[in-house]
Nanobody, 126 residues
């Protein structure tokens, strides 16, 4: 059982930056780590994904060029660096882990992930 614990959520002004973190137990078991977000009244959407084996990264169009996903295997941690934040980035951010293979076309599909964290709230004010 992989357990995920997110941290780092906060309230920031538009244009600001924030880094959220996710510590995973048994990190070595996860082949992909991802960040999803869900705003009130909206569906959960994939934001960024990293292949833990190869370091390949994938980003939603809405965050490309502003967000960066990275990992520190020694610390069993995946990060999401968020720059140039916008009010529409306001959401609960969830960390997710996938054990096994994942087609590129499926990287942002939440039902493909095996484990989820409890989420960390990011609020961006204008």
């Amino acid at each position: 059982q992989v357990q995920l614990v997110e941290s780092g959520g906060d309230s920031v002004q538009a244009g600001g930056s924030l880094r959220v973190s996710c510590v995973a137990s048994e990190y070595y078991r996860s082949n992909y780590m991802a960040w999803f977000r869900q705003a009130p009244g909206k569906e959960r959407e994939g934001v960024a994904v990293i292949s833990t084996d190869y370091g390949s990264t994938y980003y939603a169009d809405s965050v490309k060029g502003r967000f960066t996903i990275s990992q520190d295997n020694a610390k069993n941690t995946v990060y999401l660096q968020m720059n140039s934040l916008k009010p529409e980035d306001t959401a609960m951010y969830y960390c997710a882990a996938k054990v096994g293979r994942l087609w590129v076309a499926d990287v942002f599909k939440s039902d493909k992930y095996n484990y989820w964290g409890q989420g960390t709230q990011v609020t961006v004010s204008s």
